[in-house]
């Protein structure tokens, strides 16, 4: 860490719980995003001003007027542009922070191109809106030992929860299966961008501390 990120990361390493052994491990870390849209722009705007190192943003979708409201990157010229959403993170990521090394996935993420899109990761987010891929996440991320963090937001409701194989219980100790029969979406029961945005600072709260090793949800309810 030189003397650039010391003043930029500066507030953060005040933060006795981080310090700069705890930004250098942030520095040195890589985190792959699984779906760049309202949690997952949340995510990679948080880590991307933490001084994540490294990025992975992973999305099959393009940019539309309706995400503008709650996806957090975004901008009405991407959605003009029907811009890939993985490729419009990438680019404002880069402007957030030239420091760190973001790379956009414009993808499916699948049981084949797990290994290539996730296999390098410190840690995997949740950005994702269907269980077939959360199940794909839990289970890749169990087998390999990489720490995942599960977060989901429709309507006013929203819930997470961080995986740490050998440590916590992983999705498919919850739910063994996927929930039965059609599910509420954003497209069908709308969303609050503050829902959104507050499960989103959760888990990436979670992700700084897995990151880390830090208490901080500790902190942060004391605070509250």
Request: a negative charge; aromatic letters at 6%; charged letters at 20%.
């Amino acid at each position: 860490m030189d003397a650039a990120d010391r003043e930029r990361y500066s507030r953060q390493i005040l933060f006795p719980e981080i310090g700069e052994r705890g930004q250098e491990a942030l520095l040195a870390a890589h985190v792959a995003i699984a779906g760049c849209g309202a949690l997952g722009s949340f995510h990679a705007a948080a880590l991307a001003r933490a001084g994540v190192g490294r990025l992975t943003l992973i999305d099959r979708d393009y940019v539309e007027v309706s995400n503008l409201h709650r996806q957090w990157l975004f901008e009405e010229a991407d959605a003009a542009e029907a811009m890939p959403k993985a490729a419009a993170a990438e680019r404002r990521i880069r402007a957030i922070n030239s420091g760190i090394r973001a790379r956009g996935a414009i993808a499916d993420l699948t049981a084949e191109n797990a290994a290539e899109l996730l296999g390098g990761a410190d840690l995997i987010l949740d950005g994702t809106d269907n269980f077939e891929t959360r199940y794909l996440i839990n289970d890749f991320a169990v087998k390999r030992g990489i720490p995942w963090v599960y977060g989901a937001a429709v309507a006013s409701y929203g819930i997470t929860m961080p995986v740490v194989p050998g440590r916590t219980a992983c999705l498919r100790c919850v739910y063994p299966e996927p929930p039965s029969g059609a599910q509420p979406t954003c497209e069908t029961a709308g969303v609050l961008s503050v829902v959104v945005s507050a499960v989103a600072s959760v888990q990436v709260a979670d992700a700084l501390k897995i990151l880390t090793g830090a208490d901080l949800r500790a902190r942060i309810t004391k605070m509250d």
